[in-house]
Structure formats: structure tokens, C-alpha cells
Nanobody, 121 residues
Framework: QVQLVESGGGLVQAGGSLRLSCAAS????????MGWYRQAPGNQRELVAH???????NYANSVKGRFTISRDNAKNTVYLQMNSLKPEDTAVYYC???????????????WGQGTQVTVSS
């Protein structure tokens, strides 16, 4: 009932930048939060950044000072600006939204299909 479409992944050299975008659509009553997770080869999926409707943010320690998450509430879109990229940032990045599709129900997590980010040394 909620669809998330990611864009902006690709190949970049170490020290470079990328900006990821994710737009949510569907039968959405409200979105409490949006964010990004990533999964590198052989690793489990981990939180990268998270933002609430009131713009409260949190980041993984490994990306603090390099990545910035932002959100356009009117467009139900979340962005991840990634600067000073390192080879260890290479992963599939997944967008998520904590959203309600029924006013009488608790919000649930919804996930995008993922976009590949590759950082060369």
C-alpha cells in the first residue's frame, strides 16, 4: 500500500559525493519517519540515517559529519547527501518509511528495492 522508489545510486571515486532520493506514494495517511539503511556484501543491514516529520535526525557513527539526511514532507520524499565517500560506504542502500495506511492502525515499516552505491579507492 506504500511504494518507495529510490534513485541516485552509482559509482563514485573515494572522496566524491552522491545524493540519493526516495519518493513515497500510495495509500498513505501519514509518514512518521523516513530514512536509509545499507547492506554491504557479507554484512547485515544497518541504519545509516533517520529523520522524523519534525526534522529530528540521527546517524550511524560511521557517517556522522559526512552524510546529511533531509526530507520534503509535502512531496513525501527523503534525501541522503553523501560527501567524502569511502570505499567502506559501498553497499546497497535501502529507503524506508514508517507510515500509516489506516487511521485506526499503528504505523508500519515500508521498504524500497535498494540502490547500489559503489565507491572506488
Amino acid at each position: 500500500q506504500v511504494q518507495l522508489v529510490e534513485s541516485g545510486g552509482g559509482l563514485v571515486q573515494a572522496g566524491g559525493s552522491l545524493r540519493l532520493s526516495c519518493a513515497a506514494s500510495g495509500s498513505i495517511i501519514s509518514i512518521n519517519a523516513m530514512g536509509w539503511y545499507r547492506q554491504a556484501p557479507g554484512n547485515q543491514r544497518e541504519l545509516v540515517a533517520h529523520i522524523t516529520t519534525d526534522a529530528t535526525t540521527n546517524y550511524a557513527n560511521s557517517v556522522k559529519g559526512r552524510f546529511t539526511i533531509s526530507r520534503d514532507n509535502a512531496k513525501n520524499t527523503v534525501y541522503l547527501q553523501m560527501n567524502s565517500l569511502k570505499p567502506e560506504d559501498t553497499a546497497v542502500y535501502y529507503c524506508y518509511a514508517l507510515a500509516k495506511v489506516r487511521r485506526w492502525a499503528s504505523p508500519s515499516d515500508y521498504w524500497g528495492q535498494g540502490t547500489q552505491v559503489t565507491v572506488s579507492s
